[in-house]
């Protein structure tokens, strides 16, 4: 489905184009930039089209989108049947006017049925045969009516542009398109063809530039060809048929308006002279001619006329009235004479001949002649004048083509007209009734689309009267016009298009109080109007009533609980009342307030404070070990009483070892505390050299004392030893080159051990190789020996002295009471953590039931005191 970019496009291709190339090759660059376009239709059809409908009009575009749109939401369906049209099934569209498009067989099925019945009709009021009148016979698309020969039943399943037989089912192409060029001519003959791919519809109007005249051709503009009429805006200025006078309209389309300039014309025969308009000049003024004619004798009695008048009608051979004797010679004064015969000119009935003797005038226009007639039923027969029609009142009781109703027209001659009353049964689609002429057999399928859109009315498509009950609503992807009324129309979250009411708002309402507490039920401001519902299957006609908008509901007063201390402030009497309540309370607990002190409170029974009430009772002396936190803040507390103000300082001595390890220094709480961040390393330090072991070498840090990490750790300036492999050669590099070997080696100088740091790193010499065999004779004497040895502890029956590693693999072996061992281990560990459990669930359930009587002690006590209140 490429078509939707294209059309995009179409209002803008082959913008700089030659009139020249108004015949392209399709493979031009033209045709490439509107063929590589993508193939998924998506749902931007209007936005996409939208500068070209509003440059156009673009019907024929609006056509092919709702064409487009109807197939994207699933809903083409065929007329005929009324069944949807699926991708894969084989269609026929109309190419007149509709462009309807419905199932093959469907359309087959129609066309012959009704060319059969026409070719019926012909055969019965025609006198043709039947075979003749099937031939010529005709049927109609049943949306538009546009009539088809019997030759155009459609016999195969082509695409929409007519060019590929059985397109195949792509989903990435429209369906039943071929996915090709359309290459239909376009509408006026312009000479080009449709650049869109194979599409449903009529092809738009031509896009090509073109250099054209305006109507006048007093001006050229380039213009699109299927709009290159155009009008200047000029005075037109063409010669008029006068032929003196020039057209004075703005330029125009057609033929210039008759000339309207009036002045004064005489008439033909040039007696009367009067003001007329131009086109009107030539004109007859209604009076005789009456000028002489040649002979002399008698005047003109033509009308007003131009030219000459003639010769006299009545010089030259004569004859008397009923042509029967003619007379030669005689003068066009003299009078014809009568020959005497009968006239037997032909009368109107056109069956007899004028009786009378040869007469001047004209004969009679009523045949008296009496003759033997019968009326045109042929039931009545009966001798009357020539010139009267003879009828029965006989009623003809033939029924009509329409196989429903009789003629009953009076003596009918057996050729009845066609029915004109309408047909009025009820459509399959149930909606409608049939407005065409009474008619034989199923009536033709409703031509009616119906509007389908969303609830705002911006997304919609047409489908079929009928099949709008199986549709589903569009989907629209546009949010909900509709304004929220609450207060959180700027703040609340935009919907989209929906069908009924909006959904109510879901924030809460927080409203705010008197008393600081906001209202936490949910909005309950005012509500818009629901808009009509859609329903998928209307059953019957809705009233449709005007819904109002609801009001909003005021706040409840402040539901809010909280917490109100007695007049004593008294700790854990604390009771819970709603916020608008503003009623005080007493209580018998401790009294709870702060001591003098400052840090303690009073032990005593619950008494009114003497700052709040006079004559209260004071509260007791604090004896109580100071609990203040010390400033700076340290671990240790205050050794005095409890006292007001600040606490002396801390002369507490703390340990503190330096960064390296090496010494522990002592200081004062107070004087430690007191010192920043820096202060208190500087202070740690212990001035010595760092005693931390380097981590890339075997060497201590050379720095002094210092925190974090020891810097320059890859630089280390100590001298080590380094030696050949076998430990032959031997000289004294430093320490940063030994690693950047080790680097260049490709190994890690940290993953060297200890006694193997610095081995390798020389390459051995010749000198290596001879102390190598002296050492490797001598430690094969050591070997022979070593073999010796343990045949005698062998046969001393001395226990052999293993190597390090089986003893570390013997070690690591566990043997049966290992396992046991550790077994008991577990089930111990298992034992432990069950009786933690069961114990924590047994307090856990006394405290639920503490609690539960503590409660109970509240709400008596709450009791008790409403009814003592």
Same mark, same amino acid.
């Given at each position: 489905?490429?078509?939707?970019?294209?059309?995009? &496009?179409?209002?803008?291709?082959?913008?700089?184009?030659?009139?020249?190339?108004?015949?392209?090759?399709?493979?031009?660059?033209?045709?490439?930039?509107?063929?590589?376009?993508?193939?998924?239709?998506?749902?931007?059809?209007?936005?996409?089209?939208?500068?070209?409908?509003?440059?156009?009009?673009?019907?024929?575009?609006?056509?092919?989108?709702?064409?487009?749109?109807?197939?994207?939401?699933?809903?083409?369906?065929?007329?005929?049947?009324?069944?949807?049209?699926?991708?894969?099934?084989?269609?026929?569209?109309?190419?007149?006017?509709?462009?309807?498009?419905?199932?093959?067989?469907?359309?087959?099925?129609?066309?012959?049925?009704?060319?059969?019945?026409?070719?019926?009709?012909?055969?019965?009021?025609? +006198?043709?045969? $039947?075979?003749?009148?099937?031939?010529?016979?005709?049927?109609?698309?049943?949306?538009?009516?546009?009539?088809?020969?019997?030759?155009?039943?459609?016999?195969?399943?082509?695409?929409?542009?007519?060019?590929?037989?059985?397109?195949?089912?792509?989903?990435?192409?429209?369906?039943?398109?071929?996915?090709?060029?359309?290459?239909?001519?376009?509408?006026?003959?312009?000479? /080009?063809?449709?650049?869109?791919?194979?599409?449903?519809?009529?092809?738009?109007?031509?896009?090509?530039?073109?250099?054209?005249?305006?109507?006048?051709?007093?001006?050229?503009?380039?213009?699109?060809?299927?709009?290159?009429?155009?009008?200047?805006?000029?005075?037109?200025?063409?010669?008029?048929?006068?032929?003196?006078?020039?057209c004075s309209e703005v330029c125009h389309r057609g033929a210039c308006p008759p000339c309207r300039t009036r002045g004064m014309h005489a008439c033909r025969c040039g007696k009367v002279?009067?003001?007329?308009?131009?086109?009107?000049?030539?004109?007859?003024?209604?009076?005789?001619?009456?000028?002489?004619?040649?002979?002399?004798?008698?005047?003109?009695?033509?009308?007003? %006329?131009?030219?000459?008048?003639?010769?006299?009608?009545?010089?030259?051979?004569?004859?008397?009235?009923?042509?029967?004797?003619?007379?030669?010679?005689?003068?066009?004064?003299?009078?014809?004479?009568?020959?005497?015969?009968?006239?037997?000119?032909?009368?109107?009935?056109?069956? /007899?001949?004028?009786?009378?003797?040869?007469?001047?005038?004209?004969?009679?226009?009523?045949?008296?002649?009496?003759?033997?007639?019968?009326?045109?039923?042929?039931?009545?027969?009966?001798?009357?004048?020539?010139?009267?029609?003879?009828?029965?009142?006989?009623?003809?009781?033939?029924v009509r083509d329409c196989g429903r109703h009789a003629c009953k027209r009076r003596c009918c001659d057996g050729d009845c007209p066609p029915c004109s009353e309408i047909c009025g049964?009820?459509?399959?689609?149930?909606?409608?009734?049939?407005?065409? +002429?009474?008619?034989?057999?199923?009536?033709?399928?409703? +031509?009616? &689309?119906?509007?389908?859109?969303?609830?705002?009315?911006?997304?919609?498509?047409?489908?079929?009267?009928?099949?709008? &009950?199986?549709?589903?609503?569009?989907?629209?992807?546009?949010?909900?016009?509709?304004?929220?009324?609450?207060? /959180?129309?700027?703040?609340?979250?935009?919907?989209?298009?929906?069908?009924?009411?909006? +959904?109510?708002?879901?924030?809460?309402?927080?409203?705010?109080?008197?008393?600081? /507490?906001?209202?936490?039920?949910?909005?309950?401001?005012?509500?818009?109007?629901?808009?009509?519902?859609?329903?998928?299957?209307?059953?019957?006609?809705?009233?449709?009533?005007?819904?109002?908008?609801?009001?909003?509901?005021?706040?409840?007063?402040?539901?809010?609980?909280?917490?109100?201390?007695?007049?004593?402030?008294?700790?854990?009497?604390?009771?819970?009342?709603?916020?608008?309540?503003?009623?005080?309370?007493?209580?018998?607990?401790?009294?709870?307030?702060?001591?003098?002190?400052?840090?303690?409170?009073?032990?005593?029974?619950?008494?009114?404070?003497?700052?709040?009430? %006079?004559?209260?009772?004071?509260?007791?002396?604090?004896?109580?070990?100071?609990?203040?936190?010390?400033?700076?803040?340290?671990?240790?507390?205050?050794?005095?009483?409890?006292?007001?103000?600040?606490?002396?300082?801390?002369?507490?001595?703390?340990?503190?070892?330096?960064?390296?390890?090496?010494?522990?220094?002592?200081?004062?709480?107070?004087?430690?505390?007191?010192?920043?961040?820096?202060?208190?390393?500087?202070?740690?330090?212990?001035?010595?050299?760092?005693?931390?072991? $380097?981590?890339?070498?075997?060497?201590?840090?050379?720095?002094?004392?210092?925190?974090?990490?020891?810097?320059?750790?890859?630089?280390?300036?100590?001298?080590?030893?380094?030696?050949?492999?076998?430990?032959?050669?031997?000289?004294?590099?430093?320490?940063q080159d030994v690693q950047a070997a080790y680097h260049l080696d490709g190994c890690h100088p940290r993953d060297m051990p200890k006694n193997q740091f610095g081995i390798g790193l020389?390459?051995?010499?010749?000198?290596?190789?001879?102390?190598?065999?002296?050492?490797?004779?001598? $430690?094969?004497?050591?070997?022979?020996?070593?073999?010796?040895?343990?045949?005698?502890?062998?046969?001393?029956?001395?226990?052999?002295?293993?190597?390090?590693?089986?003893?570390?693999?013997?070690?690591?072996?566990?043997?049966?009471?290992?396992?046991?061992?550790?077994?008991?281990?577990?089930?111990?560990?298992?034992?432990?953590?069950?009786?933690?459990?069961?114990?924590?669930?047994?307090?856990?359930?006394?405290?639920?039931?503490?609690?539960?009587?503590? &409660?109970?002690?509240?709400?008596?006590?709450?009791?008790?005191?409403?009814?003592?209140?």
């Open positions: 489905m490429v078509i939707i970019k294209q059309l995009k &496009m179409y209002a803008w291709c082959n913008e700089g184009s030659d009139v020249t190339t108004t015949r392209e090759n399709p493979k031009s660059s033209a045709f490439s930039t509107i063929y590589i376009t993508n193939h998924v239709v998506s749902s931007a059809i209007q936005h996409d089209i939208t500068p070209y409908l509003a440059l156009t009009g673009g019907g024929d575009l609006s056509k092919i989108q709702s064409f487009l749109t109807s197939s994207s939401a699933g809903a083409l369906s065929c007329l005929i049947c009324l069944e949807r049209i699926k991708p894969s099934d084989p269609t026929w569209s109309c190419s007149s006017l509709c462009f309807a498009v419905f199932h093959l067989i469907c359309i087959q099925s129609w066309a012959r049925q009704s060319s059969d019945l026409a070719a019926a009709r012909a055969a019965t009021r025609l +006198p043709i045969s $039947l075979a003749a009148a099937s031939d010529a016979a005709l049927w109609h698309c049943p949306k538009c009516r546009s009539e088809y020969s019997k030759s155009l039943i459609p016999k195969s399943y082509l695409c929409f542009c007519g060019k590929l037989e059985n397109p195949p089912n792509d989903p990435w192409i429209l369906p039943h398109s071929c996915g090709e060029v359309c290459g239909k001519p376009l509408k006026h003959n312009c000479g /080009h063809r449709c650049l869109l791919l194979c599409h449903p519809g009529p092809c738009p109007s031509c896009p090509k530039l073109v250099k054209v005249p305006c109507f006048c051709g007093s001006h050229q503009d380039v213009r699109r060809c299927g709009f290159k009429e155009f009008s200047c805006n000029n005075p037109c200025s063409k010669v008029l048929d006068c032929g003196v006078h020039r002279k009067e003001e007329r308009e131009c086109f009107d000049r030539v004109f007859q003024c209604g009076s005789p001619c009456e000028k002489r004619l040649g002979c002399g004798k008698h005047v003109c009695e033509r009308g007003c %006329h131009s030219g000459e008048c003639g010769e006299c009608p009545l010089k030259g051979k004569r004859t008397c009235p009923c042509g029967k004797r003619v007379y030669e010679g005689m003068p066009c004064d003299a009078p014809v004479q009568l020959c005497g015969a009968t006239c037997e000119k032909m009368l109107p009935c056109g069956y /007899h001949r004028c009786p009378e003797r040869c007469h001047r005038g004209q004969c009679v226009e009523t045949c008296r002649v009496v003759v033997k007639k019968a009326c045109r039923c042929g039931s009545l027969k009966k001798d009357v004048p020539c010139y009267q029609d003879l009828a029965c009142e006989r009623k003809c009781q033939t049964r009820r459509l399959r689609c149930k909606n409608h009734k049939c407005p065409s +002429p009474c008619h034989r057999g199923p009536c033709a399928p409703c +031509p009616i &689309m119906v509007t389908i859109s969303c609830a705002c009315g911006e997304t919609r498509f047409e489908v079929p009267c009928g099949t709008e &009950m199986d549709q589903k609503p569009p989907r629209c992807r546009k949010l909900c016009p509709i304004t929220p009324l609450c207060q /959180h129309a700027s703040t609340c979250k935009p919907h989209k298009c929906h069908y009924g009411a909006c +959904p109510p708002c879901r924030l809460p309402c927080a409203e705010e109080y008197q008393c600081g /507490h906001a209202c936490k039920l949910r909005c309950h401001g005012a509500k818009p109007p629901p808009n009509p519902e859609f329903t998928l299957k209307p059953k019957k006609k809705k009233i449709i009533q005007q819904i109002e908008s609801v009001p909003g509901t005021p706040c409840p007063p402040c539901p809010e609980l909280v917490w109100r201390s007695c007049v004593g402030q008294h700790i854990g009497a604390d009771r819970m009342m709603v916020c608008s309540d503003k009623s005080q309370f007493s209580c018998e607990n401790l009294c709870g307030n702060p001591l003098p002190c400052g840090n303690h409170y009073c032990t005593k029974t619950c008494h009114a404070l003497e700052n709040r009430s %006079h004559g209260g009772e004071s509260c007791e002396d604090c004896y109580l070990s100071c609990q203040k936190e010390r400033e700076p803040s340290c671990p240790h507390h205050c050794p005095r009483r409890c006292h007001p103000g600040d606490c002396p300082p801390c002369k507490v001595l703390i340990k503190r070892s330096c960064h390296c390890g090496a010494m522990v220094h002592v200081f004062e709480c107070i004087y430690y505390n007191s010192l920043s961040a820096k202060g208190q390393e500087t202070a740690r330090s212990c001035g010595g050299p760092c005693h931390r072991k $380097l981590p890339n070498c075997t060497h201590l840090c050379p720095e002094t004392c210092h925190p974090g990490e020891c810097p320059n750790a890859e630089k280390c300036c100590k001298k080590v030893t380094v030696r050949c492999k076998c430990q032959t050669l031997k000289k004294e590099w430093v320490c020389i390459p051995c010499s010749s000198d290596c190789k001879s102390k190598v065999q002296v050492v490797e004779s001598e $430690l094969q004497l050591r070997k022979s020996r070593v073999t010796e040895v343990q045949e005698a502890d062998i046969d001393k029956s001395v226990r052999k002295r293993r190597k390090r590693r089986d003893r570390v693999i013997e070690s690591n072996e566990t043997t049966k009471l290992q396992k046991i061992i550790s077994r008991i281990k577990h089930l111990l560990i298992f034992v432990f953590i069950l009786v933690i459990l069961v114990t924590a669930a047994y307090y856990g359930y006394k405290g639920l039931l503490w609690l539960s009587d503590w &409660m109970d002690e509240v709400d008596e006590r709450r009791l008790r005191y409403s009814r003592i209140k």
